[in-house]
């Protein structure tokens, strides 16, 4: 591979003739330059410093694992706890979930009596409007 660090500027010259008589030159200079790295800003830390965060960083983050996994089991301990307790603690929840089904129930029925009680006597008080309506026709079409 070739090494073009010795290039010198090259030197362009154009020649316009004009009808005058007047010559025009132009004169065009161009450089080719490597591109340089950008200078870091930053000043180096020493080796100690970037050892040392870097232990710090390791160690938070195996904190940060220990917690989630002390989360975890506590709460897989708590649920087998629940599920895995004794048969009468197991036995007392289904006794109260079927008295509160069975209260339910009963509240539900007598709500569903009471609406209908209501939709029978509106219904009924329909008829005898209707019933009165149907006299009235009928005694108009008598008289009439």
Do not use: C
């Not at 195996?62 to 197991?90: E, H, N, P, R, Y």
């Not at 509106?122 to 005694?139: G, P």
């Amino acid at each position: 591979m070739a090494s073009f660090s010795s290039r010198q500027p090259t030197v362009v010259e154009i020649r316009i003739y004009a009808p005058a008589t007047s010559t025009v030159s132009i004169t065009e200079t161009s450089t080719v330059r490597r591109r340089q790295r950008p200078v870091d800003s930053k000043p180096k830390r020493p080796l100690w410093l970037t050892l040392l965060r870097i232990l710090l960083k390791n160690l938070l983050l195996l904190l940060v694992i220990w917690g989630v996994v002390q989360t975890i089991q506590k709460l897989a301990l708590k649920s087998t706890d629940s599920s895995g307790g004794s048969v009468l603690d197991f036995k007392q929840q289904i006794v109260e979930v079927e008295s509160f089904s069975e209260i339910t129930k009963n509240t539900m029925e007598v709500r569903k009596e009471s609406v209908n009680r209501k939709i029978e006597r509106e219904v009924n008080h329909r008829f005898e409007i209707l019933n009165e309506a149907r006299m009235i026709v009928r005694d108009i079409v008598e008289k009439g």
